[in-house]
């Protein structure tokens, strides 16, 4: 018997010890993606008005998968078929990274299957019907979509090359993008709807070309995919447009891009960006020239990510990129008694209610996209009291060492000191592995001194009249206040005399009955410019704006005086 006994143990510890290892590899090919979508979002605050957000979801990779559109060997138009060829290569690795991760591919060239008849993944999506799914592959504008306004005129087909003349160029896929086993290929919704009914999948990427036609109307597109009830993303930096610079609303090309990913993200789906999967920055056509603006902004007192939105918005129309870095905003006590599906709305982006006034929830402390200040021109910082990850803030500090500008509004002063050690858990943040790593989140109290060269020291009272906002006399000449008269901001006055930095230059004072005047607004030298103004109803004043609009255009010149 025990002869027996330990034939049977010798037979299953190998037995034991294989299962094990299938069990690691199968644990280890069904790890989370870690997809950080961003979205436009009803404010609570204020009616009709949106805000920019952002949530991290993780996506099982056997529920995800990537639609490729339209990315034809050679498009009608010249200058479109090259800026496939050049987006292709950078997709490509999108795939291949995607796919060894266990995300199923579609390449979905539309009107060439013939060309793909007797590919395997052409007969293996075939297979697949379902009534409900083919009534629901319908291109057509959604519920949400009524009233919005289509941000671009493509009514003469979005072609800039006058060359060029409407027909069929294509016959395939472009090349450049590789077709795998396993792989599918299907230009129909309904034979993609059914397959990933079948299958499972629930997460739908969308990559290719043009957002403001194909990528969002086909049957296997945004608006459809969205119907079947799929969690449907566009992937924002592996797409394009068709859209004529000479027709509305007059703006770059790739400016129109960006106001049709605006439209999406508002009305259809959040976007995403190939960072996700590559780690690497997020891609950019070698003819988009234009200045990039990164915002950073996570903070729950001024409405920053819907006032810095509506600003971008301005900043896009006159042909500035615009990305965002944001952090999770609390919604503040007064917004419990909003309506039910605006606190849904917050609750899916991880915004807890603040119902003590401390905004202690862990969550808080993060910061998405920062991938955006390698290619930035200028950051603009509005973010308060936030502990990052030390990589996050490494790349903050970074950017700065380069000696490009900075422009900081408000909460700036405190951004990165929050008062107190703020431990790895909690929220998305993972605790430290290294036995060397802190137990605590980064933290740069240095930052106001430092960089802005302020000295915030709290504020005084709240007061009904404002803060009067005034020019320092001999300053009435100076390129960032061209057109700006002295005003009235609802603003409480920032305590900040005197201020720390011997190349401090103040461009603006603010006064309050009784107390001292403080500095408001001042340049540290030529590439940093700080004011404490930046309250939601200062954006509705049209000195500040033109303020703004000032500083932007100051601190974007490559050649400043």
């Not at 202690?360 to 021109?377: K, M, V």
């Amino acid at each position: 018997m025990k002869r027996f006994i330990g034939k049977c143990m010798m037979v299953a510890i190998p037995f034991l010890m294989w299962a094990g290892e299938t069990a690691a590899k199968n644990v280890k090919a069904i790890t989370p993606l870690r997809i950080s979508v961003q979205q436009r979002i009803p404010s609570d605050l204020e009616e009709g008005a949106w805000i920019v957000a952002n949530r991290i979801e993780n996506w099982s990779p056997t529920e995800t998968a990537i639609i490729i559109c339209d990315m034809w060997d050679k498009h009608w138009c010249d200058d479109a078929t090259a800026r496939v060829a050049e987006m292709a290569p950078a997709m490509n690795e999108v795939l291949t990274i995607a796919r060894e991760k266990g995300v199923k591919i579609v390449h979905a060239p539309s009107d060439c299957m013939g060309y793909y008849t007797d590919y395997p993944g052409r007969k293996e999506v075939q297979k697949y019907k379902d009534k409900r799914i083919s009534a629901l592959a319908d291109g057509s504008e959604l519920p949400s979509e009524k009233d919005a306004v289509w941000p671009v005129d493509q009514s003469d087909g979005g072609c800039e090359n006058k060359e060029c003349k409407g027909h069929r160029a294509w016959t395939k896929q472009i090349d450049a993008l590789t077709i795998k086993d396993g792989d599918l290929i299907s230009d129909s919704g309904a034979e993609v709807g059914a397959y990933f009914k079948k299958k499972g999948v629930k997460n739908v990427i969308l990559v290719g070309v043009h957002t403001n036609m194909c990528v969002i109307g086909r049957t296997f597109g945004l608006r459809s995919m969205k119907r079947m009830g799929m969690n449907v993303v566009l992937m924002r930096d592996m797409t394009d447009l068709m859209y004529n610079h000479e027709k509305a609303p007059f703006v770059n090309h790739f400016s129109g891009l960006d106001l049709m990913e605006e439209y999406i993200e508002t009305y259809v789906c959040p976007t995403i960006v190939s960072t996700d999967f590559t780690g690497k920055k997020q891609f950019k056509f070698k003819g988009d020239t234009r200045p990039r603006v990164a915002f950073l902004t996570a903070e729950s007192e001024y409405r920053a990510n819907q006032r810095l939105a509506e600003f971008a918005h301005d900043l896009t129309l006159k042909d500035i990129h615009c990305d965002f870095a944001l952090g999770i905003p609390i919604m503040k006590e007064a917004a419990k008694n909003a309506a039910p599906e605006v606190k849904a709305e917050y609750a899916a982006y991880g915004m807890p209610i603040d119902t003590d006034g401390k905004t202690a929830a862990p969550t808080r402390h993060n910061l998405e996209n920062l991938q955006i200040l390698n290619d930035a021109d200028l950051a603009v910082v509005f973010i308060r009291r936030r502990a990052l990850e030390p990589e996050k803030l490494q790349a903050i500090k970074q950017y700065i060492a380069s000696g490009r500008p900075i422009l900081g509004l408000r909460t700036a002063s405190h951004a990165f000191d929050a008062k107190a050690n703020v431990p790895r858990e909690g929220g998305s943040i993972e605790a430290a592995k290294e036995s060397t790593a802190s137990d605590f989140l980064a933290q740069w109290p240095g930052f106001d001194e430092e960089v802005l060269g302020g000295n915030y020291q709290g504020h005084y009272g709240h007061l009904k009249t404002g803060t009067d906002v005034a020019i320092v006399p001999g300053m009435e000449n100076h390129p960032l206040l061209k057109g700006v008269t002295p005003f009235n901001s609802t603003n409480w006055l920032y305590q900040n005399r005197p201020l720390r930095s011997a190349n401090a230059t103040v461009l603006l004072t603010g006064s309050n009955p009784g107390v001292p005047d403080e500095p408001v607004m001042w340049m540290n030298g030529k590439n940093v410019i700080y004011t404490s103004l930046g309250h939601w109803d200062d954006w509705k004043v049209e000195s500040f704006r033109t303020l703004m609009f000032n500083t932007f255009d100051y601190l974007l010149k490559p050649n400043k005086k």
